[in-house]
């Protein structure tokens, strides 16, 4: 995949995934818990900026060869610990985040929601797999038997 | 044996069909002289040319400036390109599986997941090749629904 096909599939994919989720959550959460509180427009930057750090540390996934299992999980983990790393910076900045065990327990949830994630995909494709192997058995025994 | 030959106009139909009591082993051999005929290719091995059944191929590789054809004991190097090959063969269940990767679905065993949506194709060779993620759909139109590939 050429870099300029990967920018527009994947990176503005996730950029818009992630404006869209972090408007509505930043509604959603507003209103629930603090719902009188007023913002100027400088608050539609926001989505904006989380939006794009949070994207950012998916360039480390792009590569212009076919990357190896081995290498694709190399990649995958850089993800994890950069997508940490902005994620805990960002918010230690804007003096969201105050405590240690606040800062594990937000790492954690990154991690446990990247996990999740993999493993929905991974079931979904183990499933797909397993349909695919049935039915080229059974176009192999067609094959075979000439029917 | 009575042999019949019928003429049809569309050639896309055409076909071998042999009705039996047993599959012996002359029928087996009738058959598979009747599935690989037509099909031969030829490769250089260690500076020798040799002709090989396409049957006979579990995958094709494009490595560099060539082309290989892979059976169970040799690999051949071929004077064609990958996408000739591809196309040329698609009605024998030939298909691509990544940029330089053409496989054979009947020395195909099974499949199983990779990361980030690409798969494993396991051949009966014991041989692993990677499926890229944008070969993935029309590997699955071909093997799940019957579609393309002239199956």
Not at chain 1, 44 to 70: A, D, N, Q, W
Request: glycine share 6%.
């Amino acid at each position: 995949m050429d870099f300029k096909t990967f920018f527009i599939k994947k990176i503005m994919m996730s950029f818009f995934i992630s404006l869209t989720c972090i408007t509505g959550a930043m509604a959603l959460i507003g209103m629930l818990f603090e719902p009188s509180v007023r913002f100027g427009y400088e608050a539609f930057l926001s989505p904006f900026i989380f939006g794009t750090l949070g994207t950012l540390p998916m360039l480390v996934k792009y590569s212009k060869k076919e990357l190896t299992i081995k290498q694709t999980i190399m990649r995958s983990a850089m993800h994890l610990m950069l997508l940490e790393a902005v994620i805990l910076t960002s918010l230690y900045l804007v003096g969201l985040l105050t405590s240690i065990p606040m800062a594990i327990s937000l790492g954690v949830s990154i991690l446990l929601i990247d996990v999740t994630v993999n493993l929905v995909l991974w079931i979904q494709d183990s499933r797909t797999a397993k349909q695919f192997n049935e039915a080229l058995q059974k176009l192999q025994r067609e094959y075979t038997c000439g029917e | 044996m009575h042999v019949q030959i019928r003429n049809i106009k569309d050639k896309a139909r055409e076909r071998l069909i042999i009705e039996c009591v047993e599959v012996t082993s002359d029928i087996e051999s009738i058959r598979a002289y009747a599935l690989t005929k037509g099909t031969t290719l030829s490769g250089s091995c260690e500076e020798r040319i040799y002709q090989f059944n396409l049957a006979d191929v579990s995958y094709f590789e494009a490595f560099g400036e060539h082309v290989y054809a892979y059976t169970k004991s040799r690999h051949y190097k071929l004077n064609v390109r990958l996408y000739m090959l591809e196309s040329t063969y698609a009605d024998h269940h030939f298909i691509r599986c990544s940029k330089s990767f053409v496989i054979n679905l009947m020395k195909l065993e099974s499949i199983s997941p990779a990361l980030n949506g690409r798969f494993t194709a396991h051949m009966k060779s014991g041989e692993k090749i990677l499926i890229s993620r944008q070969y993935v759909p029309a590997l699955k139109r071909v093997v799940l629904e019957g579609v393309g590939n002239g199956l």
